[in-house]
T-cell receptor, first 115, second 114 residues
Framework: AQTVTQSQPEMSVQEAETVTLSCTYDTSESDYYLFWYKQPPSRQMILVIRQEAYKQQNATENRFSVNFQKAAKSFSLKISDSQLGDAAMYFCAYRSKGGSEKLVFGKGTKLTVNP | DAGVIQSPRHEVTEMGQEVTLRCKPISGHNSLFWYRQTMMRGLELLIYFNNNVPIDDSGMPEDRFSAKMPNASFSTLKIQPSEPRDSAVYFC????????????FGPGTRLTVL
């Protein structure tokens, strides 16, 4: 079974600075998807960014980018120019490509943005 | 698009009572998921449907939990009888299978069992 580990329960960053959230996963599959979801205090789950395992190029969405290291099974999220609205829980998630559609989530990292 | 709709948003009930959570997926989506979020266990899948058929219910905790999807636009998650350890946030999500696999989440139902 696949597992996802987020080793940083909490992180903080100054407004306008850059922060990196870590995620590692374990799988025997060669093709899969990885996601970062954001959960603000409203508890709505919002997709931040998606990476397809067969693509070597790291995904980027505006101020959000990932560092995907397939051999190391690492998938970190970098937030540049942090804003107060980025404060939230961030969850890393794994999804098989050919098998089950379910998302397997890490335990999350709580990000605080200091003004 | 209205997004995934869940009701109620909050539910407080007493132990032993029946609880029914409802979900309306995004129109056109053919996969529907029920997740539960707790402090101890995080976010975990309970069950998911594809084209209204249950595909994986391995996350359903026990027989007290049941889920149905009678048609493409409606699903229910029922707990009978409810217990205090069922207190959690329950999310419904939907996706269009084979379309980039993104799951869209509803706002969740916060369940408190006293």
């Amino acid at each position: 079974a696949q597992t996802v580990t987020q080793s940083q329960p909490e992180m903080s960053v100054q407004e306008a600075e850059t922060v990196t959230l870590s995620c590692t996963y374990d799988t025997s599959e060669s093709d899969y998807y990885l996601f970062w979801y954001k959960q603000p205090p409203s508890r709505q789950m919002i997709l931040v960014i998606r990476q397809e395992a067969y693509k070597q190029q790291n995904a980027t969405e505006n101020r959000f980018s990932v560092n995907f290291q397939k051999a190391a099974k690492s998938f970190s999220l970098k937030i540049s120019d942090s804003q107060l609205g980025d404060a939230a829980m961030y969850f890393c998630a794994y999804r098989s490509k050919g098998g089950s559609e379910k998302l397997v989530f890490g335990k999350g990292t709580k990000l605080t943005v200091n003004p | 698009d209205a997004g995934v709709i869940q009701s109620p948003r909050h539910e407080v009930t007493e132990m032993g009572q029946e609880v029914t959570l409802r979900c309306k997926p995004i129109s056109g989506h053919n996969s529907l998921f029920w997740y539960r979020q707790t402090m101890m266990r995080g976010l975990e899948l309970l069950i998911y449907f594809n084209n209204n058929v249950p595909i994986d219910d391995s996350g359903m905790p026990e027989d007290r939990f049941s889920a149905k999807m009678p048609n493409a636009s409606f699903s229910t998650l029922k707990i009978q009888p409810s217990e205090p350890r069922d207190s959690a946030v329950y999310f419904c999500a939907s996706s269009l299978r084979l379309a980039r696999y993104e799951q869209f989440f509803g706002p969740g139902t916060r369940l408190t069992v006293l």
